[in-house]
């Protein structure tokens, strides 16, 4: 779509207002909401005026002024709102420059497919993100005061009955890790994930299925990949429908990467190919019928892992999910067959669908900075022929504990991956991608979160130490 087919739409579908969207560093779609009388050829080409103090890691009071400019390809129509509304998302620029506003996520995400195609690597690289969720009753006050005395069970491996008919779970429910595939009703969301997709679908998405997922209450729709940028938005839209379905059928969904102790959390595989010149860049001869520059990306993804992990794994809840057991990686290694390391190759019929698939994200990351960083990464790792090592296709957990320990890990916290990231951020300033101005401000906000996190008191430590 481009200006004038958006404002084809909105005359022909007599819409109401305009709603123009962007994402904040926390990766939080913001939107502000135009009627659409006022939105023209003009409005369109010069973009709208906004304060950009009031957004977390953005800028001080005293030069908050910034500009949204509307990307027509990302128009959608609304399909929750009353009134007819129009979609839009915003790249942001610097008002009096128009240059793109570096800690704008979207911004990073364009600069990182132009940076692509000026290393001549490659031309298209395309991203395939597996966001799963979990959806719960939501009676959240009473959730989140009882999910306390859940999860503190769980860690005692007994699962508290009492807890779960205080949660309102009356019903025929699955039991835990109960929902991988049984058909309805021990399935109970299906209706709920069909309406997820088919709103999707509606919405021009494309999509190709849905099922519950290992923990109960867990759930995964798929989308179909695309390139970087458009699978970033497309991901924005995906939390959003997913959110708000969720919410009409009168419960909530989070994307937190690990609401229940003691089973699966949520991850966010990114499935990951580069082309050039209409050629698929990662089919070849090698190990699982990858080409050089493949295990050269999948080298740099493991060298940098540590530090991608902070904006990959971005919150303090991600490194709950980064443990042993629950098909979660821990240990930076690859295999094609093998799940317990960051990077899989999976398997694929023909050279097309040959892809790399980065197993460590969860969906608490900022899609246009976790897809942009993954890119750098690889892209760094075929630059300097990066060797990822030799393959790992045993189980990695049945490996004697001598060799287990020699093999390197993710971060174990959000704090140990803010340190590598000011350690080993250099591939991400290549081109410009990132700058370090927005670097900084990532890690101020997040280092916010972690002080916040680790100077609260936890419920656990009451169960440990409360009677010492
Ligand atoms: N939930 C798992 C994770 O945390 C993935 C499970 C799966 O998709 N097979 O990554
Ligand atoms: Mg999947
Ligand atoms: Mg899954
Ligand atoms: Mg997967």
Redesign the pocket.
Known sequence: MDNKAVLKLIKDEEVDYVDIRFTDPRGKLQHVTVVADLVDEDFLEEGFMFDGSSIAGWKSIDQSDMKLMPQAESAYLDPFYAEKTVCIHCNIVEPDTMEAYDRDPRGTAVKAEEYLKSSGIGDTAYFGP?A?FFVFDDVRFQVSMNKVSYQVDAIDGAWNTDTEYEMGNMGHRPGVKGGYFPVNPIDDAQEMRSEMLSTMKRMGMKVDKHHH???SC?H?LGLIFGTLTHQADELQKYKYVIHNVAQAYGKSATFM?KPIAGD????M?VNMSIWKDGKPLFAGDKYADLSDEALYFIGGILKHAKALNAITNPSTNSYK?LIPG????VLRAYSARN?SGCVRIPWAESPKAKRVEA?FP?PAANPYLCFAALLMAGLDGIKNKIDPGASSDKDLYDLPPEELAAIPTVCGSLREALEALEADHEFLLAGDVFTKDQLEGYMELKWEEVYAYEHTPHPMEYKLYYSC
């Open positions: 597996e799963e997922e290992v923990a867990q995964e990467p699966n959390g949520t991850g595989h999910r629950f098909e979660a990686p799940r197993r969860d």
